[in-house]
């Protein structure tokens, strides 16, 4: 099993959970973050005065696959997340050893 972690643009995440749910992945983990990239933030105007926001709004999206589902999940947020533009995100992946539902306790995959 993998665990993908993808941060995103908020007003992403409609598109990314539909993608995910399609190739039956809906149970996710949605945090909202706020960070920066290479870009530092951004400079804006209001009110002809320039200031700056240095951490941005994001989505922080976690969920664990199969690993022969992997790609498909992979190549699915980038295609609905992706605006073309600085900032769209990363995508992040780990191997996850097991899981274990509390509940029943069971384990693997039949615990997410």
């Given at each position: 099993m993998r665990k993908v972690e993808a941060l995103f643009r908020p007003e992403r995440l409609e598109p990314v959970m539909e993608e995910l749910g399609e190739l039956g992945y809906p149970g996710v983990t949605?945090?909202?973050?706020?960070?920066h990239?290479?870009?530092?933030?951004v400079t804006h105007m209001w009110r002809g005065s320039e200031y700056r926001v240095e951490f941005l709004p994001k989505?922080?999206?976690?969920?664990?696959?199969l690993d022969e589902d992997l790609g498909k999940v992979?190549?699915?947020v980038v295609r609905s997340a992706r605006t073309g533009s600085i900032g769209d995100?990363?995508?992040?992946?780990?191997?996850?050893?097991d899981a274990i539902r509390i509940r029943t306790g069971e384990s693997g995959f039949q615990a997410i």
């Amino acid at each position: 099993m993998r665990k993908v972690e993808a941060l995103f643009r908020p007003e992403r995440l409609e598109p990314v959970m539909e993608e995910l749910g399609e190739l039956g992945y809906p149970g996710v983990t949605i945090t909202e973050v706020k960070g920066h990239g290479k870009q530092k933030g951004v400079t804006h105007m209001w009110r002809g005065s320039e200031y700056r926001v240095e951490f941005l709004p994001k989505i922080k999206l976690e969920v664990v696959v199969l690993d022969e589902d992997l790609g498909k999940v992979v190549n699915a947020v980038v295609r609905s997340a992706r605006t073309g533009s600085i900032g769209d995100g990363k995508i992040f992946i780990y191997n996850v050893d097991d899981a274990i539902r509390i509940r029943t306790g069971e384990s693997g995959f039949q615990a997410i």
